[in-house]
């Protein structure tokens, strides 16, 4: 697995081909999910736009009609910068500067919170536990390879935060 590291004032890890697989997956579905199946009443949309005023509907919408479009443009952006980093399809090296390992921790977290809601991880889930009982169930299930990249880029997310808190 892939380590950010500091080294020369950049934010370097190397990755392997499925890595960078399932990054350009990630990213690109984030998008889309941005763009082509934007939908509020999507309990993921709901989770990366959550209600300003959740008591008050009308406040709420007039709040969305002046910072959603600048907010949904970041976050797409944010994910084009993990699409635009990534090496070609065999793997390789990733070298961010600053601005970009942030743009990346916040891709990292959208597509964590978009794939926590869709695989309905709760505050207080054992990733562990619940990765265990997906193989006990069945180890070839889609769930099972969803909670290991959910694991994989929290991992990844973990190891640029510590890389970027070293500098500091």
Known sequence: MSMFRRQSGRYVATFATDEVRVLRKVASEVVGLLTDGFDHSDPVVGRLFPDAYPDDRRSTAEFRRYTEGDLKTGKIDQAGAILAA?????????????????????????????M???????????????????VAEDPTSSRVFQLSVYAYLGYLQESLLNALIDEA
């Open 116 to 134: 926590g809601v869709r695989l309905e991880i709760k505050d207080g889930t054992d990733l562990g536990e619940e990765l265990d009982d997906a």
């Open 86 to 114: 990534l090496p070609g399809e065999t793997g390789g090296e990733v070298r961010l500067d600053a601005e970009a390992a942030e743009a990346w921790l916040r891709a990292l977290n959208d597509a964590r919170l978009a």
